[in-house]
């Protein structure tokens, strides 16, 4: 879907960035001839200083400085490594190439996104559920458009987040000001509602003990836990929204991972399309994560309280803040929607689903008790009573593994561990024999 | 720089689809079986429900279907025509071929922006001025990058609008909340300054009749009036923000059209760096309006009330609300900074000044006072004492060209028109006798 905050894919370029060096480890002040009366921006004073990923990126740094020569895998970052379908990059760089002609070369395209792609979106993903083009819009990912979903909705709303959840959509609640202040001692924002989903409820809330908010943003298959929201759940989701007079925002960025009859999309529950947008991305489906592309589906039956229908607001957002996403990158996206291109990203797909069968296996073989991997490229571990840094540092000491600490999720990650299918195999497979050898 | 609004390059397609009918020329409300409870974002209900772009289309539309015939020319948009030079669009597809590859295949960039770009673009566009590459940011654009600075600012900062001006600046002031409500007899929003900048003033604003404000949002070469800030103007400027503490957001998109000896950045002047950032763009400098690709400079000495550096906060906004622009776009934006590549956009951007140069010789020959032109993509028209939006029409029914109405820029726009030099240029000479028959 998309990256968590910073400092992931180039890690160590960003280590020796001066700026984020600053952001992530101290600010370090020095007076200056002259500051500026502009206050600083209040929400963002209350984003927390350390975040999840620059504090991996210092782990792994002093890790290598003590063990200059170890040979890290990184199985932290849920970045894509497979090569994209030849299919989809020729028609990438036929379409660049074409640029430097008169017949070719395309200006300003349309914000909402290529009209050929949009029918191809709704076609691939939506044919059964009644999607239409003009309820498309195309993205430079999930993670931009959950910034615009943001803007749309304003500071005003009460939003929900599952616990644990992807970073993205708590940080930009903090800074269109809809979260209120941090409790540093639970780690939760005041205003936001935290929705425990985990083993012990199936991976999803108890909504019956869940407080009614505006907003609901819902991940499935999920980003960190890996679990895929089953038909029954989801039609209790979109009741409850219903009943409450809320909008879903459903992430399906991983929906493609799914094998199961777990839903692909929200809109296959009826009602859903006056309740629900969903957001969605080609990073992880067609190995997109540097392209840049994905969508977003408003439909036109969802409206605000006084009845003016959402897609207007998200029209105009989008118009205003975006200017589409790159031409070449979108016609990258209809080549994977093509019969021979869809074939070659789902081979790629299958491939990371492999990956998380071998270390599903592999903790298995050793009691661990792990979640996910099934309908997602992340598997994630239990360690019952431990501190998620601590056994994240435990497995970077003794077997030269970067996972993700279980709380950089929330505080409803802690005792756990994510880890990312996301690698070319023979790392997957040393991964394998390496946590068999320090657990066995 | 980029596109006004909605429903410029792709007009018929967006005048045929319900979403932008919707929008643009009213909205058909039906009664839903269900309405959401989640009210809506009472900033966007400030913004004027007619956009400047989308009456556009709608009159072209009327006048075709009025005339069929008619061969309209189009110089409103002001988007890009003319190819991109071959070694810039061999250098994306040949990035875009190596995704297919396991050598040539890459994920996640940095959000920042890849490094090799952002000191290529410290190197070629402020190399007098001391930039560095840690002060660039890569976007998908100025107008997205706007947007993104807005999020940074917050809802609570007082900010200040040449007028006439691009209308992204008020519309994203007024989305994040600090523009107050819409004076519909003035056409003004009550909380934001505007800066009246004709040619009684040398389209200069008079800056000891201008209120202090948190933010100015200053284009130069401007947007839509073509005038380039002199040295001394901006001199002014930059001492205005300095004695008040504010923070100049300048927009130097149209910068590699400047001629004579006006100042391609703001940090041209000194002590700039304490007070402003820069938002640029690739689009009109290499005609990558639809390639999607921009920068922003925020140095490191600007800094809140607190002392708290800007760059910081605005590193934290791109890190959550955007995952960096096209990898195959940053690749094509490396070759436009080598030195072939550079020729070759500089040859385009000539001749967009040679279109301008035929269209303020054809105005001069009818004497009809223009200005701009000389250092910017854009002639200013002035017909005195006349509503824009009918000579608007005169010129769309006599003539056959479209343009834009310079209201629609702001009040301080009425009486003008602008007419955008991008086009091939038999359109632009084609234009230039039209003109001259209906005016002579």
Same mark, same amino acid.
């Given at each position: 879907?998309?990256?968590?905050?910073?400092?992931?894919?180039?890690?160590?370029?960003?280590?020796?960035?001066?700026?984020?060096?600053?952001?992530?480890?101290?600010?370090?002040?020095?007076?200056?001839?002259?500051?500026?009366?502009?206050?600083?921006?209040?929400?963002?004073?209350?984003?927390?200083?350390?975040?999840?990923?620059?504090?991996?990126?210092?782990?792994?740094?002093?890790?290598?400085?003590?063990?200059?020569?170890?040979?890290?895998?990184?199985?932290?970052?849920?970045?894509?490594?497979?090569?994209?379908?030849?299919?989809?990059?020729?028609?990438?760089?036929?379409?660049?190439?074409?640029?430097?002609?008169?017949?070719?070369?395309?200006?300003?395209?349309?914000?909402?996104?290529?009209?050929?792609?949009?029918?191809?979106?709704?076609?691939?993903?939506?044919?059964?559920?009644?999607?239409?083009?003009?309820?498309?819009?195309?993205?430079?990912?999930?993670?931009?458009?959950?910034?615009?979903?943001?803007?749309?909705?304003?500071?005003?709303?009460?939003?929900?987040?599952?616990?644990?959840?992807?970073?993205?959509?708590?940080?930009?609640?903090?800074?269109?000001?809809?979260?209120?202040?941090?409790?540093?001692?639970?780690?939760?924002?005041?205003?936001?509602?935290?929705?425990?989903?985990? &083993?012990?409820?199936?991976?999803?809330?108890?909504?019956?003990?869940?407080?009614?908010?505006?907003?609901?943003?819902?991940?499935?298959?999920?980003? &960190?836990?890996?679990?895929?929201?089953?038909?029954?759940?989801?039609?209790?989701?979109?009741?409850?929204?219903?009943?409450?007079?809320?909008?879903?925002?459903?992430?399906?960025?991983?929906?493609?991972?799914?094998?199961?009859?777990? &839903?692909?999309?929200?809109?296959?529950?009826?009602?859903?399309?006056?309740?629900?947008?969903?957001?969605?991305?080609?990073?992880?489906?067609?190995?997109?994560?540097?392209?840049?592309?994905?969508?977003?589906?408003?439909?036109?039956?969802?409206?605000?309280?006084?009845?003016?229908?959402?897609?207007?607001?998200?029209?105009?957002?989008?118009?205003?803040?975006?200017?589409?996403?790159?031409?070449?990158?979108?016609?990258?996206?209809?080549?994977?929607?093509?019969?021979?291109?869809?074939?070659?990203?789902?081979?790629?797909?299958?491939?990371?689903?492999?990956?998380?069968?071998?270390?599903?296996?592999?903790?298995?073989?050793?009691?661990?008790?792990?979640?996910?991997?099934?309908?997602?490229?992340?598997?994630?571990?239990?360690?019952?009573?431990?501190?998620?840094?601590?056994?994240?540092?435990?497995?970077?000491?003794?077997?030269?593994?970067?996972?993700?600490?279980?709380?950089?999720?929330? &505080?409803?990650?802690?005792?756990?561990?994510?880890?990312?299918?996301?690698?070319?195999?023979?790392?997957?497979?040393?991964?394998?024999?390496?946590?068999?050898?320090?657990?066995?």
């Amino acid at each position: 879907m998309y990256k968590l905050l910073i400092c992931n894919s180039t890690l160590s370029d960003k280590l020796f960035d001066p700026g984020c060096l600053h952001t992530s480890f101290g600010i370090r002040k020095e007076k200056k001839d002259h500051y500026t009366n502009v206050p600083r921006n209040a929400n963002l004073e209350k984003l927390p200083k350390g975040y999840l990923f620059p504090e991996i990126s210092l782990r792994q740094h002093q890790h290598l400085e003590q063990h200059p020569d170890a040979s890290l895998i990184s199985l932290g970052i849920g970045d894509t490594t497979e090569p994209v379908p030849d299919i989809v990059t020729s028609r990438m760089a036929d379409f660049a190439s074409g640029l430097s002609t008169l017949e070719g070369y395309r200006g300003y395209g349309a914000e909402q996104g290529n009209k050929e792609l949009r029918k191809a979106i709704a076609e691939t993903f939506y044919k059964d559920v009644n999607v239409k083009d003009s309820e498309v819009f195309v993205s430079d990912g999930a993670q931009c458009d959950i910034a615009r979903l943001q803007l749309l909705l304003g500071s005003r709303v009460t939003a929900a987040v599952q616990d644990p959840s992807f970073p993205g959509y708590i940080d930009t609640s903090v800074i269109i000001g809809q979260a209120g202040d941090l409790d540093h001692e639970t780690g939760r924002y005041h205003r936001l509602e935290y929705m425990k989903c985990g &083993p012990e409820n199936k991976f999803f809330p108890d909504l019956r003990r869940t407080s009614s908010t505006d907003v609901i943003f819902f991940c499935s298959p999920n980003n &960190p836990t890996g679990h895929a929201a089953t038909r029954q759940q989801l039609e209790q989701l979109v009741k409850f929204a219903k009943d409450n007079g809320s909008i879903i925002v459903f992430d399906s960025a991983y929906a493609t991972y799914i094998s199961d009859d777990s &839903p692909r999309s929200i809109f296959e529950i009826p009602g859903a399309k006056e309740v629900a947008v969903e957001i969605s991305s080609f990073s992880k489906f067609a190995g997109f994560t540097g392209v840049r592309l994905g969508w977003t589906v408003v439909p036109s039956e969802l409206c605000f309280s006084n009845g003016f229908p959402v897609i207007h607001d998200f029209n105009r957002v989008v118009c205003t803040c975006f200017n589409g996403a790159s031409n070449i990158a979108q016609a990258g996206g209809l080549a994977c929607l093509s019969s021979e291109g869809f074939e070659g990203v789902r081979t790629r797909v299958n491939y990371y689903k492999e990956n998380a069968e071998i270390l599903l296996d592999a903790l298995a073989s050793l009691n661990i008790k792990a979640y996910g991997g099934q309908n997602a490229p992340y598997v994630w571990v239990h360690f019952p009573g431990m501190n998620s840094w601590e056994v994240f540092d435990m497995i970077l000491e003794k077997a030269n593994i970067i996972t993700v600490p279980g709380c950089g999720f929330g &505080p409803g990650g802690e005792e756990f561990l994510r880890i990312s299918a996301f690698g070319h195999r023979e790392s997957i497979l040393e991964a394998a024999r390496r946590l068999k050898a320090l657990f066995s």
